[in-house]
C-alpha cells in the first residue's frame, strides 16, 4: 500500500496536482494549497443525487452534467471539484481527458460545515472571474438556493430561495424546480 505525504510547506501548482495521479481521496488544489476533504455526509449526497437527476432530467438535450469528483481547471493554482457541473452543447469543448478546462455554464456547489468559508468566498470570487455563467450555493443546512453571476457581481445573488419556492435558472429557462423536490 502507498502512503501519500502532502508538503504543506510549499504553493502547490497545476503540475504538482496532476503528479498525485488518481486517488480515492477528494482534493481540491485552492490559491496554492491542496485541501484534502473527507466523504460527504449522506444528506449531501441525497441533496447532490436529487440535483444531479433533476438537471439531467431538464438538460440532457442541451448538454451534459457531471457529477463530483471532476476537476475544474480555474488556474496555475486552482483546480475546484465541484459537486455539480453542466457544460452546454457549446462549452462541451472544454471537456478534455484530464477533466474540465474552460469556464462552463452552470457550476454548483453544496455547503457543509466545514467548505462554508471556502464555497461562499474563495471560489465564489474564482468562480465568477473565471467566467462560470451561473454559480449556485446550495446550502442543505438552511434550505436555501443562492445563483450568482458575472453579472450580479458576486455580492448579491440574482436569485435566492428559501425554504420553499421555484428554483429558475436564468441561463437555461427550463431549468426550473421547486425547492422542496432537492431537500
Known amino acids: 500500500m502507498k502512503t501519500l505525504t502532502i508538503d504543506n510547506t510549499k504553493e502547490w501548482t497545476v503540475e504538482d496536482y496532476l503528479l498525485l495521479g488518481e ?101 465564489k470570487s474564482s468562480y465568477l472571474a473565471f467566467g462560470i455563467k451561473e454559480y449556485w450555493i446550495v446550502d442543505p443546512g438552511n434550505r436555501t438556493v443562492e445563483i450568482y453571476t458575472p453579472q450580479s457581481g458576486g455580492d448579491v445573488p440574482i436569485s435566492f430561495i428559501s425554504k420553499e419556492g421555484t428554483v429558475q435558472s436564468s441561463l437555461v429557462k427550463n431549468l426550473r424546480f421547486d425547492l422542496k423536490e432537492i431537500f
Open 23 to 123: 486517488m480515492n481521496t477528494p482534493c481540491q488544489l485552492i490559491n496554492g494549497e491542496l485541501i484534502m476533504s473527507p466523504a460527504l455526509h449522506p444528506h449531501h449526497q441525497r441533496v447532490s443525487g436529487k440535483l444531479y437527476k433533476l438537471f439531467d432530467k431538464f438538460l440532457q438535450d442541451s448538454g451534459e452534467v457531471f457529477y463530483a469528483p471532476i476537476d475544474l481547471y480555474i488556474d496555475k493554482r486552482n483546480i475546484f471539484q465541484p459537486d455539480l457541473v453542466y457544460l452546454s452543447n457549446e462549452t462541451k469543448k472544454y471537456l478534455t481527458n484530464r477533466g474540465i478546462e474552460g469556464p462552463v455554464d452552470i457550476v454548483v456547489e453544496i455547503i457543509s460545515p466545514s467548505n462554508s468559508y471556502t464555497d461562499r468566498n474563495q471560489k
